[in-house]
């Protein structure tokens, strides 16, 4: 099925370091979602985004809904091991008229203590 | 707190054998969804309910089929398991258009 271009595909960090990655789509999105995935359990919500231009923190993360609404970011600041995990976007395909849900092909990271 | 549950965490089976895959959410969201996750091919949607008793094909539905008899409940079932079918299977839950939520995910391994 069609997919969000996510970006970087993987990134190993040290431990304190702040890190971006960013969620890109042909098409416009109403809501962009962010989940954190660790191995072997389902994604967690991390941060919904339902307006453009919209900036949403939770703790160290920080999200944005980009003005075209083809696009978004998530930033981690100070990371520490625990951030590590496959981080994704995702939102409702409206466009198609159905309920369904595009996802972003993960981010995954690595803290490197 | 938001919640949605999935009946078994690991399951072991063996091909031929019928399977059932529970999923219960409390926030009373009209959409529920199946997917399987592999590694390498991302979460794929098995089939999505929208309604009571309603359904639909996701991308991959073969060999699968889904009951949602009550709101707050959706089954996946596979008729005749395959080794093929040996996944990660997640159930997820949303009001039309907003958030998804995520249950923790059942790892079936068919032998």
């Known amino acids: 099925g069609q997919q969000l271009n996510q970006s970087p595909q993987s990134m190993f960090i040290q431990e304190g370091e702040d890190v971006s990655m960013n969620c890109t789509s042909s098409?416009?999105?109403?809501?962009w979602l962010w989940y954190k995935q660790e191995p072997g359990e389902g994604p967690v919500l991390l941060i919904a985004?339902?307006?453009?231009?919209e900036l949403t923190s939770n703790g160290r993360l920080t999200a944005q809904f980009g003005i075209t609404r083809k696009d978004s970011f998530l930033n981690i600041s100070a990371s520490i091991p625990s951030d590590v995990g496959i981080y994704f976007c995702?939102?409702?395909?409206?466009?198609?008229?159905?309920?369904?849900?595009?996802f972003g092909t993960g981010t995954r990271l690595k803290v490197l203590a | 707190d938001v919640k949605v549950t999935q009946s078994s965490r690991y399951l072991v089976k063996r091909t031929g054998e019928k399977v059932f895959l529970e999923c219960v959410q409390d926030?009373?969201?009209?959409?529920m969804f199946w997917y399987r996750q592999d590694p390498g091919l991302g979460l794929r949607l098995i089939y999505f309910?929208?309604?009571?008793?309603?359904?639909e094909k996701g991308d991959i539905p073969e060999g699968y089929s889904v009951s949602r008899e009550k709101k707050e409940r959706f089954s996946l079932i596979l008729e005749s398991a395959s080794t093929n079918q040996t996944s990660m299977y997640l159930c997820?839950?949303?009001?039309?258009?907003?958030?998804?939520?995520f249950g923790p995910g059942t790892r079936l391994l068919v032998l």
């Open positions: 098409s416009i999105f109403n809501t």
């Open positions: 926030m009373d969201h009209e959409n």
């Open positions: 995702a939102g409702p395909d409206v466009t198609s008229g159905t309920y369904k849900y595009i």
């Open positions: 985004l339902y307006k453009a231009g």
């Open positions: 309910s929208y309604d009571v008793k309603m359904k």
């Open positions: 997820a839950s949303s009001t039309t258009g907003k958030t998804q939520y």
